[in-house]
C-alpha cells in the first residue's frame, strides 16, 4: 500500500477510537439507564487518555500518533511536517472522528452522541472556554514533544505519559468545557448531534494552545543530540 496511504489511515482508525470510547464512555450508562455514579470524572477521563495511549502504542510507528488537529497544527506550525501533508493528517482525523459520531447516532440516537459532546458549562464565559481549552492542549502537546519527538527522551514510554496528560485534561477540564482539547473530538460528535453550540471555541483554544506548546518546546527547550 502506498506510505502516503498509511498515515492516514493510522490516524482515521485512531481518532475515530478516540471519540468512539470517548462519548460512549460518558453516554454508555445513559444507554443502558445504569445507577448514577457509575461513571465519573475518572472513568471518563481514563476512557479518553487509555485510548489514546493504546492507539499511539498500535500505530505511533505508522503516523506518529496525533489523532488531533492541534497536535498537526504544532508540527506544521515547527517545520516538522509540510502543510500538505498536515492538511491530509487533519482531514484523515476529521473524518475519523465523525464516522464514529454517525456510527453512535445510527446504533442509538443523535441526543446520545450530542451528550458526549464537549459542551461549556453555563458558569463558563466563551472567552474562559478558550482560554482553558488552550492551556489543557498545551499541557498535552508540551509532554507530546517533550516525550514522543525530544530525541533525549526514552520512547518506550510516550504512549502512556500522552495518554495520562489526556486523562487528566478531562478530569480537570470536564465539568467546564468537556475537556476536549482537540477540534476533531468536538467535530465529529457534533456533526452527528447538531450540538454545534460554541463550536469555534474548540478550535481556537487546542490550536493556539497546541501551536505554543510546540514552539516552546521545539525552539526553547529540546535540544538536538
Do not use: C
Not at 453516554?27 to 457509575?38: E, T
Not at 478531562?170 to 453550540?197: D, E, K
Amino acid at each position: 500500500m502506498n506510505n502516503t496511504i498509511k498515515p492516514l489511515i493510522a490516524e482515521f482508525i485512531g481518532t475515530f477510537a478516540l471519540v468512539f470510547i470517548g462519548v460512549l464512555a460518558i453516554q454508555g450508562v445513559d444507554i443502558v439507564q445504569a445507577p448514577n455514579g457509575l461513571a465519573n470524572l475518572t472513568s471518563m477521563g481514563l476512557a479518553h487518555g487509555l485510548t489514546i495511549a493504546v492507539m499511539m502504542a498500535a500505530l505511533g510507528a505508522v503516523s506518529g500518533g496525533h489523532f488531533n488537529p492541534a497536535v498537526t497544527s504544532a508540527f506544521m506550525a515547527t517545520g516538522r511536517m509540510n502543510p500538505i501533508t498536515g492538511g491530509l493528517y487533519i482531514v484523515a482525523q476529521l473524518a475519523g472522528a465523525s464516522a464514529a459520531g454517525l456510527l453512535i447516532t445510527g446504533l442509538f440516537s443523535a441526543q446520545i452522541t450530542g451528550g458526549g459532546t464537549p459542551a461549556l458549562a453555563p458558569q463558563v464565559s466563551a472567552t474562559s472556554g478558550v482560554i482553558l481549552e488552550a492551556i489543557g492542549t498545551f499541557f498535552l502537546v508540551l509532554v507530546f514533544f517533550g516525550s514522543a519527538v525530544d530525541e533525549r527522551a526514552p520512547k518506550n514510554v510516550f504512549p502512556l505519559v500522552i495518554g495520562l496528560t489526556m486523562a487528566v485534561d478531562v478530569m480537570a477540564l470536564g465539568p467546564l468545557t468537556g475537556g476536549a482539547v482537540n477540534p476533531a473530538r468536538t467535530f465529529g460528535s457534533a456533526l452527528a448531534s447538531g450540538m454545534w453550540s460554541n463550536h469555534i471555541i474548540y478550535w481556537v483554544g487546542p490550536i493556539v494552545g497546541g501551536v505554543l506548546a510546540g514552539l516552546v518546546q521545539n525552539f526553547v527547550l529540546m535540544e538536538r543530540k
